[in-house]
T-cell receptor
């Protein structure tokens, strides 16, 4: 079974600085999708970024980018120029390309942004 | 475009009582999901609907949990009777057909359930 591991329960960053959140996963499948979701105190899960496993190019969305290392099964999220509004829980997630209902989430990393 | 709506936002009940949650997905989204998110953990899928049919309910505790999606739009999730360990946030998500980024899951704000 696929598992997603986030080894950093909490992280903090100074406003305007850069922070990297770690995620590793375990799978025997060759095709899949990886995601980072943001969950602020309002509890609404918001999709931050998505990576397709067959694409070698790392996904980017404005200040958010990923470092996808397929062989190492690593998928880290880099947040540049951190803003106070970035403070939230961040969840890494895996979804099989063959089974759309098989979505697995990590335990989350709580990001604090210091002014 | 309106997002996924859920109600109520909060619910407090005593153990052995019953409770129901409601979800209205984004218009046109055929797939609907219910997740349970226990404090300090990531969401765990309970049940997935495709239109009004169940695709996957393998992790739904069927002795006490039930869900339905009549007419393939709104959905309700019921717990009867509730246990202390059911205290969690219940998230609803919906998804359109297709494989693009815009076809990923969109989540509602969740219902926080506290069982005393």
């Amino acid at each position: 079974a696929q598992t997603v591991t986030q080894s950093q329960p909490e992280m903090s960053v100074q406003e305007a600085e850069t922070v990297t959140l770690s995620c590793t996963y375990d799978t025997s499948e060759s095709d899949y999708y990886l995601f980072w979701y943001k969950q602020p105190p309002s509890r609404q899960m918001i999709l931050v970024i998505r990576q397709e496993a067959y694409k070698q190019q790392n996904a980017t969305e404005n200040r958010f980018s990923v470092n996808f290392q397929k062989a190492a099964k690593s998928f880290s999220l880099k947040i540049s120029d951190s803003q106070l509004g970035d403070a939230a829980m961040y969840f890494c997630a895996y979804r099989s390309a063959f089974n759309n209902n098989d979505m697995r989430f990590g335990a989350g990393t709580r990001l604090t942004v210091k002014p | 475009e309106a997002g996924v709506a859920q109600s109520p936002r909060y619910k407090i009940i005593e153990k052995r009582q019953s409770v129901a949650f409601w979800c209205n997905p984004i218009s046109g989204h055929a797939t609907l999901y219910w997740y349970q998110q226990i404090l300090g953990q990531g969401p765990k899928l309970l049940i997935q609907f495709q239109n009004n049919g169940v695709v996957d309910d393998s992790q739904l505790p069927k002795d006490r949990f039930s869900a339905e999606r009549l007419k393939g739009v709104d959905s309700t999730l019921k717990i009867q009777p509730a246990k202390l360990e059911d205290s969690a946030v219940y998230l609803c998500a919906s998804r359109a057909s297709g494989q693009g980024r815009d076809n990923e899951q969109f989540f509602g704000p969740g219902t926080r359930l506290t069982v005393l």
